[in-house]
């Protein structure tokens, strides 16, 4: 499990209590702003925020230079997430480091409580939460984590059920909305492997792991956290609070909605195999799971692409049915936008519409 190759801080160097808050941005001008006051506002001190500029078009970098005086400002041509990521770690001197988006806002005693959780139980090596959803019209939900991510919809749980432990944590003298909230904790990398479910944008971690596990891998694209996260559930527990301690935008210009689906469908599947390729013992335990999910993957992957990309549709539906035998639904329906145009496809469709529109008598 050879770490992703970029610089990084002796241990001895960092700062105990500290904690680095990493931000990655590119074009946000419009929201950047918000992200950083909600960190400026946390009930946690001390904390350095590291803004990492990945090189902007727009006015970010103004925005950003408005608070010069309370922040770290970093420059870079646009590289992607992962060397954003990276960049912003070479510079964290914090014992625990936390992860942004530059379009999200964190509730005040975000840092409180996921510093305490570190501190009461030396064995998790690394924390998420559950998290709000909002929009331009307002909120959208209380509770996002389980639409977001759909693995945890296995457990009746939710994404608690993922955990193998559950425990409470006393945070009385933290926050006043409730003195004890409920955590879940421990080794959770079999599960991880099927499917990512922890937030990135709700990560705390301990510095310290990233001399084992190393920083973010540029390969893995836009599903870099999820690769990641993978290699660090390896070799620490995961806790989770069952609290949401941030708000989480959703727009049309971030990387998961639908304009950027196509592209990360194929990073998903690069990750997925990346995950079982480096872990032998992983493979033996549940390799014929994970390569069928990745199968039914593809081909679901294949239909999205067949319009616009026959190349790749045609390689994932080769590769599902004959490289790992699985014929499902899917198989079929993007077979059929293969081999009929689109032209033909929209024209049946066009018929079936006015055919099923009853007229007047």
Known sequence: MAPAR?????????????????????????????????VLAQTYAPIELIAVDDGSLDNTLHVLRSYCARIQIIQQ??????????????????????????????????????????????????????????????????????????????????????YPDSAELDVSDLTLVEPRIRIAKGMVYDVLA?????????????????????????????????????RVSRI??????????????????????????????????????????????????QGTDLKHQYAEEALAIAYEHADPHPRIAWRLLLAATFGYGVINSDTFRALLRLLVPGAIRRFVQRRRCANSVIKPT
């Open 194 to 230: 099927q499917a990512n479910f922890v937030h990135p944008p709700t990560v705390l971690f301990r510095a310290s792991l990233l001399a084992q596990c190393g920083g973010f891998d540029p390969q893995a694209r836009n599903t870099c956290d999820w690769e990641w996260l993978s």
């Open 77 to 162: 041509p646009n590289g992607g997430l992962p060397t954003a990521r990276n960049t912003g770690l070479r510079h964290a001197r914090g014992e625990f480091i936390a992860l942004m988006d530059h379009d999200d806002v964190w509730i005040p005693d975000r840092i409180a409580i996921q510093v305490r959780l570190l501190r009461q139980f030396s064995e998790v090596g690394l924390c998420s939460s559950n998290f709000r959803a909002f929009n331009s019209a307002g909120p959208v939900s209380d509770s996002y984590i389980s639409t977001y991510y759909p693995l945890c919809n296995t457990s009746p749980a939710g994404a608690t059920g993922l």
């Open 6 to 38: 970029f610089d990084l801080p002796s241990p001895a160097a960092y700062v105990p209590g500290l904690v680095s808050i990493v931000l990655a941005v590119h074009n946000g001008e419009v929201d950047v702003q918000q992200a950083i006051e909600s």
């Open 236 to 285: 620490t527990e995961f806790g989770y609070v069952d609290r949401p301690l941030i708000d989480y935008r959703l727009s049309e210009t971030q990387m998961t909605s639908r304009q950027h689906r196509l592209s990360n469908g194929l990073d998903y599947l690069l990750v997925k195999r990346m995950i079982w390729q480096r872990d032998p013992e992983l493979v033996a335990r």
